[in-house]
């Protein structure tokens, strides 16, 4: 079993930064992938990144590949999205999640999901 608790959301300027952390809690394995997706209001839950635990091989959905950047901290067991040169457009409710294997960018196949922080870009 594997809990994540995410922080680091907030209120932020279009052009700021912001850094999101996703603590997990429990045994997360090499074989495992991270990922961060995204909710919108009226809106479907949408991928934002994924890394594997392992190498820290990375995956990103096209607007944000540049500005964000996806890692890990294996000894903390914590993952973390860093988000630069933010837009109005970011603004979300930001889920961490975890899945067996190897990367994939589709919300059901993650087993183990966080409860969210909020982002919002102020233009």
């Known amino acids: 079993q594997v809990q994540l608790v995410e922080s680091g959301g907030g209120l932020v300027q279009a052009g700021g930064s912001l850094r999101l952390s996703c603590a997990a809690s429990g045994r997360i394995f090499g074989s495992y992938t991270m990922g961060w997706f995204r909710q919108a209001p009226g809106k479907e839950r949408e991928f934002v990144a994924a890394a594997r635990w392992s190498d820290g091989s990375a995956r990103y959905l096209g607007s944000v590949e540049g500005r964000f950047t996806i890692s890990r901290d294996n000894a903390k067991n914590t993952l973390y999205l860093q988000m630069n040169n933010l837009k109005p457009e970011d603004t979300a409710v930001y889920f961490c999640?975890?899945?067996?294997?190897?990367?994939?960018?589709?919300?059901?196949?993650?087993?183990?999901w966080g409860q969210g922080t909020q982002v919002t870009v102020s233009s």
């Open positions: 999640a975890a899945k067996s294997g190897g990367l994939a960018t589709t919300a059901s196949e993650y087993i183990y």
